[in-house]
C-alpha cells in the first residue's frame, strides 16, 4: 500500500518538490515592506501579486484547451461589480470581493455553456469578442459604471499606506496559487488535461467534455474576479482601458513567454514582463510593439516558454551526466 | 440481447453513409464487423457510441433508448470503445493514460478530489492497483513511465484497448485493434483480446485480419451501407455477395 501511494504521488502529481522552498520565499516577500520604505516599489509589487493571480487562473482555463483572449474582460466583471455594490449600496469591501468573484463565476457559466461548444481557435475567438462586448456594455450602463469617464469613488479596503494592500495581496496570491494547484494536481486538473488532448478519447471514457471546459472557465474566471474586485478597492477608479483587449493580451504573453506546460510558468513570466512598461516609460506607445517582438522571440527560440527551457536544460544535463545522447523517439 | 440495433440510417451530405442497418449482439458474444473500405463500419461505431446522431433508427443497450445520447453519457451505461487513430492522450505516460481511463470506477466526486478526502484517496490507490493490472495484462507495465506518444505503433494500439479496458465496460468496441500490428505484436494482441473475452466483456470488433475472424461467434459484412451478410465464418465465406463485394464480380462466377 505505501509502495502504490509513492507510486501514486508520482503518477498524478509533480509533488511541490521543496515546500521549504516556498515557505522561505513567502516569508521573505512578507518581510519586504520592513526593509523597502519606497512606496513606489510596494505599488509595483502589488500589480505583480495581481497579474500573477490573473495570469494563473488564465493558465488554468487553457489546460482544458481552452485560450481565453478576454481574460482581462472577465476580471473587469468582478471589478466594476464590486465597484458598484459598494458605492451604490455601501457594502463593506469583505462582501462585495467575495460577491464579485462570485459574480464573475456565475456569469462564466451562463457563456460557458454555448462556448464549450467550439472548440481551440474558435474558442478564442468568441471570447475575444466577449472581452470587447462586455465593455461596451459598460459603456451602455454608464449612469452605473461611469462610462469613458471611469468609476470614481469606489470605497478604499485600508485608509492610508499602501502596506496593508501588500499584505493583502500577498495573502490573495498565495491563496489563489494554493487553490489552482490543487485543482491541477488532483483528478479534476487530470480531466482537464485530458479534454485538452483529445475530447473524443475523453468522452469514451465517460468524462464530460462541456461539463468540464465550463467547470474550468468557471473557476478560473472566480479567481480572476476575486483579484478584479480586490483591485477595484485597492485603486479606488476604474477605468474603461485597463482592462481592453490589450490587457487581455498581455495576459497571454506572460502565460506563453512563462510557458504552458508548468503551474510556475505564469508567475515566471510575469515576474519577469512586468518589469517591460516601466523600462520602456519613455516610449509608452511602443510597448505593444516590444511586447510582439518578445513573443516572437520566444515562439522562435523557445516554444514551450522559460519554464520549457528550464527543463530542456536539466535534461541536457541529466543525459550529459549518464553520458547518453539525447535522441528524439518521436 | 445486449445490444440492439434497429434500421439505422446515417445520410452525410448526398451521400448514404449506412442504409436500414439491423444488427444484435448477445450478451457475452464476439461479434466481427467486416466489410470493404468506406463499408460504414466506424460509422457504426460512431453511432453507437453518440459521437455521430443517426437520421433514423433506434440504438438500445442493456435495456436502455441510447440513440441520441451524449457520448459520456453512454460510456458510463458500459460501452467501451477504441479508437482508429489517436487511440490514447499523447501527452500523458502510460500510466497515467490508464488511470485517467478510471474516471467512472469508483465514480469520483469532485469535493473529495478537491479537499484529498480519505474517500479520495482510498479510492486512487484502488485505482492505482487496478491499472497496475490492467498495464500487466497487456504487457505494457515494462513502459508504463514512457509518455503515450513515444511508444511504438503496436503498443499505442494496445494501450488504446487498455484504456477502454479500465472503464470497465459491459460491450468493448474495437476499431482495427490490429491495424499495422507485426505479427509477434498480433499474437500478444490475440492473447490479450481472448483473456479479455473470459472475463465476460462482450466485444464488436472491426477487423481486416481473417486470422482474428476465426475466433468471432458471428461476423457481419457491410458494404456500401448495406447489410450483405452474417453468420458464421464458414456461412459467409461461401455466400456469393461477400465475394462481390471483396473481390468484384468476375471472381464470383
Not at chain 1, 49 to 69: D, E, P
Not at chain 2, 101 to 115: E, T
Not at chain 2, 224 to 244: M, W
Request: glycine letters at 10%; a positive charge; hydrophobic letters at 45%.
Amino acid at each position: 500500500m505505501q509502495n502504490f501511494q509513492q507510486n501514486l504521488s508520482l503518477a498524478c502529481r509533480d509533488k511541490i518538490k521543496q515546500p521549504v522552498i516556498y515557505c522561505v520565499l513567502v516569508i521573505i516577500l512578507s518581510l519586504l515592506p520592513i526593509v523597502i520604505k519606497s512606496t513606489y516599489v510596494i505599488q509595483i509589487f502589488i500589480i505583480v501579486f495581481v497579474y500573477i493571480i490573473a495570469t494563473s487562473s488564465l493558465r488554468t482555463i487553457a489546460t482544458s484547451g481552452q485560450v481565453s483572449l478576454g481574460h482581462a474582460g472577465f476580471m473587469s466583471i468582478g471589478a466594476y461589480s464590486a465597484g458598484i455594490m459598494s458605492k451604490l449600496l455601501g457594502w463593506a469591501p469583505w462582501i462585495t470581493i467575495p460577491l464579485g468573484a462570485i459574480a464573475t463565476s456565475a456569469i462564466a457559466i451562463l457563456v460557458g455553456y454555448p462556448f464549450s461548444r467550439l472548440r481551440s481557435i474558435y474558442f478564442s475567438m468568441i471570447s475575444l469578442f466577449f472581452g470587447v462586448a462586455i465593455l461596451s456594455i459598460n459603456s451602455v450602463f454608464a449612469e452605473y459604471t461611469g462610462g469613458s469617464y471611469g468609476l470614481t469613488g469606489i470605497p478604499p479596503m485600508f485608509i492610508g499606506s499602501k502596506i496593508p494592500y501588500y499584505y493583502y495581496f500577498l495573502g490573495l496570491t498565495v491563496f489563489s496559487l494554493l487553490f489552482l494547484y490543487r485543482i491541477e494536481s488532483c483528478r479534476i486538473g487530470m480531466s482537464f488535461k485530458a479534454i485538452a488532448q483529445s475530447p473524443q478519447v475523453a468522452s469514451s471514457i465517460g468524462i464530460n467534455e462541456s461539463g468540464y471546459r465550463v467547470l474550468a472557465l468557471a473557476v478560473g474566471c472566480f479567481i480572476v474576479g476575486l483579484v478584479g474586485a480586490s483591485y477595484a478597492h485597492y485603486n479606488t477608479v476604474l477605468s474603461h482601458s485597463s482592462f481592453n483587449f490589450l490587457a487581455s493580451i498581455y495576459l497571454l504573453v506572460y502565460m506563453i513567454v512563462g510557458g504552458i506546460q508548468s503551474f510556475g510558468g505564469p508567475i515566471i513570466g510575469v515576474v519577469i514582463l512586468v518589469w517591460v512598461p516601466e523600462l520602456f516609460r519613455d516610449l509608452k506607445e511602443f510597448t505593444p510593439y516590444i511586447f510582439v517582438a518578445i513573443i516572437l522571440v520566444v515562439v522562435y527560440v523557445m516554444p514551450k516558454g522559460i519554464t520549457g527551457l528550464f527543463e530542456r536544460v536539466k535534461l541536457w544535463i541529466k543525459m550529459r551526466r549518464e553520458g547518453k545522447v539525447i535522441t528524439h523517439a518521436s | 440481447m445486449l445490444l440492439k440495433i434497429d434500421g439505422l440510417t446515417k445520410h452525410f451530405g448526398g451521400i448514404t453513409a449506412l442504409n436500414h442497418i439491423d444488427m444484435y449482439v448477445n450478451q457475452g458474444e464476439m461479434v466481427g464487423l467486416i466489410g470493404p473500405n468506406g463499408a460504414g463500419k466506424t460509422t457504426v461505431f460512431n453511432l453507437i457510441t453518440g459521437f455521430l446522431r443517426p437520421n433514423i433508427g433506434k440504438i438500445f443497450f442493456d435495456g436502455y433508448a441510447i440513440t441520441g445520447m451524449k457520448p459520456h453519457v453512454i460510456a458510463k451505461l458500459g460501452i467501451g470503445r477504441t479508437f482508429q487513430l489517436n487511440p490514447f492522450f499523447g501527452e500523458f505516460t502510460v500510466l497515467q493514460n490508464i488511470l485517467a481511463s478510471f474516471y467512472l470506477h469508483p465514480k469520483s466526486n469532485l469535493w473529495d478530489a478537491f479537499f484529498n478526502t480519505h474517500t479520495y484517496r482510498r479510492n486512487e490507490a484502488y485505482i492505482l492497483e487496478q491499472a497496475t493490472e490492467i498495464l500487466v495484462q497487456v504487457g505494457l507495465y515494462k513502459v508504463k513511465d514512457e509518455l503515450a506518444k513515444n511508444l511504438p505503433h503496436g503498443y499505442q494500439k494496445m494501450l488504446g484497448m487498455a484504456r477502454a479496458l479500465a472503464t470497465k465496460p459491459k460491450l468493448l468496441l474495437l476499431d482495427e485493434p490490429m491495424g499495422g500490428m507485426s505479427s509477434e505484436e498480433i499474437d500478444f494482441a490475440l492473447t490479450a483480446i481472448q483473456k479479455t473475452r473470459q472475463q465476460g466483456i462482450t466485444i464488436l470488433l472491426i477487423e481486416h485480419r481473417l486470422q482474428i475472424m476465426d475466433f468471432c461467434d458471428r461476423i457481419i459484412v457491410l458494404s456500401f451501407g448495406t447489410k450483405i451478410a452474417e453468420g458464421t465464418i464458414h456461412e459467409i465465406r461461401k455466400k456469393e455477395e461477400v465475394i462481390k463485394a471483396y473481390f468484384g464480380i468476375d471472381h464470383a462466377t
